[in-house]
């Protein structure tokens, strides 16, 4: 049981981590300034879930690992996060369709977890509403108003959605970890969460003027494990640097 | 002090009685501590001078994302990452203020940044200096910071009101960004052996470019007199210096690192510490866009700039077919 608890909550925690990370990069060279201070603040936020779920899946796996520890010291089998978010920025549009495909997802389980018999999940989970709701609002006005922008604008979108949308589907099977989850009243079934999603989707890309992509396919193995994309690695390389070449010290 | 070598008119300061009436009335208010409000009327000199400095400044809070930037992708921890993405959220915030306060004097956000990415606008010169080491954010954080908040905090006082309004929010979490700055400084400082090589090879790289912040000595400069007299600066560069030195140099030997300059010494009489001179050679080398990094600065914006075109372009679209749909419903 424990096991699958620690699993879920490294999901959690390693798809902020890897986010915040990738969106972390923006810094300092975002379209306009005002991009600058919301993507810095939606990193911002990330990483602080990020310390929280990690800091809980420490705790539940019970060998003394912090939220440093998981995040810095384990290698790319290790992490548990989805493929979608370890993909590379890409230009500004693609960083903000990963943003929305994820944040849709984000924000339909992290309600779900509201009310999670584990009270530290509810908890983590009601504090991170607030920020994650202002995530999917901010991203949806973006991939409205860039979808339906310029002739080129347009175009840029389309390529990013039709990119990343065979990274959306892993979001939604379950497997055995989210069985477990879902017997112990822990967390919702990410299958059930499909529907709406999708409803969701289909109006925003409907007002972005994007055609969602008809092939289904889902690429899985990130929230496994068991096949990560090779970017992970090189992220890894350069979050991890400073830990792993001076292990000894405390920063 | 993230504005140098502002220009004013050259002129040298006019006497209250040389003043045509409206002139010697502005004069007389700031004289008495009063606030120069947007719709003042204004010198010509006084609206350009303070264009220059307060877009010198956002400048510099913009550039100042790069270098920092540069270590977030390789903070050592999560809350150090956290940290450190919320101080450069801060500058860009502050960017944002400064870009408001000076478009009440006339000038357009885009015309500024048009004019720092053609180098017709200056940022400051220590944000050409490369941040090579996580020791390096805590230098920036204790030193370039410690060194800015020198210069603004007097700036409260400004007698430009939107600009004196700026800085008092700046100057909050300036102060809170130097004390995280000292915090890095003094894990590294106790740490590991490598780690106190890497604080102490930071404060060798950036001892003398944090007092080259605060420009050359402008006493005789005829800008600095009537910067000083409109009170858009309100002390000497050597004034700042001095106090920067003075509150730096025991905060060193605290952390148990070296100030790169043998002739430090306090002396008892004066209560102030004596230093050396940065080399000042080397500081109009920077200006002149030769320092370490000024390409590879200008160029990061330009790119985000160029690259960004299309989204601000979409956007921009976007709102306009929105506002005809708007009018077109009523």
């Not at chain 1, 949308?165 to 379950?174: C, K, N, Q, R």
């Not at chain 2, 270098?67 to 050592?76: F, K, L, M, S």
């Not at chain 2, 490598?194 to 944090?210: C, G, H, I, T, V």
Request: hydrophobic content about 40%.
């Amino acid at each position: 049981m424990s096991d699958a608890l620690f699993e879920y909550l490294c999901r959690m925690g390693d798809n902020t981590l890897v986010l915040g990370h990738r969106i972390s990069e923006w810094c300092g060279v975002a379209p306009v300034l005002e991009e600058d201070i919301a993507l810095a603040n939606t990193a911002l936020d990330l990483i602080g879930q990020t310390q929280l779920w990690l800091g809980l899946a420490g705790e539940v796996e019970g060998k003394g690992r912090d939220a440093d520890q998981l995040a810095f010291h384990r290698d790319v089998w290790d992490f548990r996060n989805l493929l979608l978010v370890e993909q590379p920025n890409g230009d500004f549009g693609r960083t903000m369709m990963r943003q929305f495909l994820f944040d849709g997802w984000h924000l339909a389980q992290l309600k779900g977890l509201m009310t999670s018999s584990n009270d530290q999940i509810a908890a983590i989970a009601e504090k991170s509403v607030k920020e994650v709701t202002y995530h999917l609002e901010r991203a949806t006005d973006t991939v409205i108003g860039l979808g339906d922008g310029t002739e080129e604008s347009h175009k840029r979108m389309q390529d990013a959605l039709d990119r990343l949308y065979p990274f959306v589907g892993e979001m939604f099977i379950a497997d055995a970890v989210d069985q477990a989850m879902v017997s112990d009243g822990i967390a919702p079934d990410p299958s059930t969460l499909r529907p709406d999603y999708d409803a969701m989707l289909d109006a925003v890309l409907a007002e972005a003027t994007l055609q969602k992509p008809t092939d289904d396919f889902a690429h899985k193995g990130g929230k496994s494990g068991a096949r990560h994309t090779e970017h992970l690695g090189h992220m890894l390389t350069q979050m991890q640097w400073l830990q792993r070449a001076y292990p000894d010290a405390t920063w | 002090m993230y504005a140098q070598m502002i220009k004013s008119t050259g002129e040298g300061v006019k006497s209250l009685d040389d003043m045509e009436p409206e002139e010697r009335a502005f004069q007389e208010r700031i004289n008495a501590g009063g606030k120069i409000e947007p719709k003042d009327w204004m010198p010509e000199g006084y609206r350009k001078n303070l264009i220059r400095q307060i877009g010198q400044h956002a400048h510099s809070e913009i550039v100042g994302q790069l270098p920092e930037g540069n270590w977030i992708t390789r903070a050592p921890t999560l809350e150090r990452k956290a940290i450190l993405l919320a101080k450069v959220q801060d500058e860009a915030g502050h960017g944002l203020y400064l870009y408001c306060a000076a478009e009440t004097l006339g000038v357009t956000r885009d015309q500024m940044t048009r004019d720092l990415l053609s180098g017709k606008m200056k940022y400051s010169s220590i944000f050409n200096y490369p941040t090579l080491t996580w020791a390096d954010m805590g230098a920036v954080g204790w030193l370039v910071d410690g060194a800015a908040i020198m210069n603004q905090v007097p700036l409260q006082r400004t007698s430009y009101g939107p600009y004196a309004r700026a800085m008092v929010r700046i100057c909050k979490e300036e102060s809170f960004h130097q004390r995280q700055g000292f915090d890095i400084m003094m894990k590294m400082a106790k740490g590991t052996e490598a780690q106190r090589k890497m604080a102490q090879d930071a404060l060798n790289r950036f001892w003398y470019p944090s007092l080259m912040m605060f420009g050359p000595s402008d006493a005789e400069s005829v800008h600095s007199a009537q910067s000083m007299a409109w009170k858009i600066k309100m002390n000497s560069n050597d004034e700042l210096r001095q106090k920067f030195v003075d509150q730096t140099a025991p905060q060193a030997e605290y952390l148990g690192l070296t100030v790169p300059d043998e002739n430090l010494k306090f002396n008892e009489e004066t209560g102030h510490y004596e230093f050396s001179e940065p080399d000042w050679d080397e500081f109009f080398d920077v200006l002149k866009g030769n320092g370490p990094c000024n390409t590879e600065r200008l160029e990061a914006r330009n790119r985000a700039w160029d690259e960004g075109r299309w989204v601000r372009e979409g956007l921009l679209a976007h709102a306009e077919k929105k506002r005809k749909t708007a009018i077109a419903a009523e």
